[in-house]
């Protein structure tokens, strides 16, 4: 999967205070960006392949659990186009759309013991193996990146910029800027020299994150 970015230079350049962007190319602010977004991907669990961005998912494989639950690896779930649970080498039991719950705040989905009683476990029984596999199809992310993203991979942007700039320039100052509501100010010597900015990320844009972390649930 291409990489996400979730931030245009235009949108940085619009939301932040405190940053001379008339010394950086567009290319170089798209590296920024694209760094940051990576940073805000692995500050909030996103895993691996994924994004916050609407993306469709299939095939994906999870172990089929007694309480019926799937702990899907994306959210928040927008579709689920169809959910199979593999009851031998070349046979599947397909559930129903309807005879699914989802739950976006909790982070999963669950497929009730009518759908099963009625649908699925005869052929668990007859032709099961030790370990069903469930197989899902589904959408998952934002058609519109919430600000809140947005604006947390500006400040992580904007903090990586500045510190490169502070160390290649000798300087152990203070870096200081506005994003929307949040002045993001701290002392570079904290950082422990070059090697110290490069996975840096400001608490405010930890913050701005904390509501868009994927739960860390045994696969």
Avoid: C
Avoid at 83 to 109: D, F, L, W
Avoid at 191 to 212: E, M, Q, S, W
Wanted: charged share 15%; net charge negative; glycine share 8%.
């Amino acid at each position: 999967m291409v990489d996400t970015v979730y931030l245009t230079p235009s949108e940085w350049q619009t939301m932040t205070q405190g940053v001379d962007f008339t010394v950086l190319t567009e290319a170089q602010m798209e590296a920024l960006i694209d760094r940051a977004s990576r940073l805000a991907e692995s500050e909030a669990g996103v895993p691996l392949g994924g994004s916050w961005l609407a993306t469709d998912y299939e095939n994906e494989q999870h172990s089929w659990r007694s309480t019926h639950r799937i702990y899907l690896y994306h959210w928040p779930v927008q579709t689920l186009s169809e959910v199979r649970i593999r009851v031998g080498a070349q046979t599947s039991a397909v559930i129903q759309a309807t005879e699914i719950y989802m739950n976006n705040t909790a982070h999963y989905v669950e497929i009730s013991s009518l759908a099963l009683a009625f649908g699925v476990a005869p052929d668990i029984v007859s032709l099961g193996l030790a370990e069903p596999v469930v197989e899902v199809d589904y959408t998952a992310g934002y058609d519109v990146i919430p600000n809140d993203i947005k604006e947390a991979v500006a400040i992580i942007a904007s903090a990586q910029y500045l510190n490169k700039k502070l160390f290649e320039e000798g300087s152990a100052g203070v870096v200081s800027f506005t994003i929307g509501s949040y002045q993001v100010s701290y002392g570079t010597k904290q950082l422990g020299g070059v090697a110290g900015f490069g996975n840096y990320i400001p608490d405010a844009a930890k913050t701005l994150l904390r509501g868009y972390r994927f739960a860390p649930y045994l696969r």
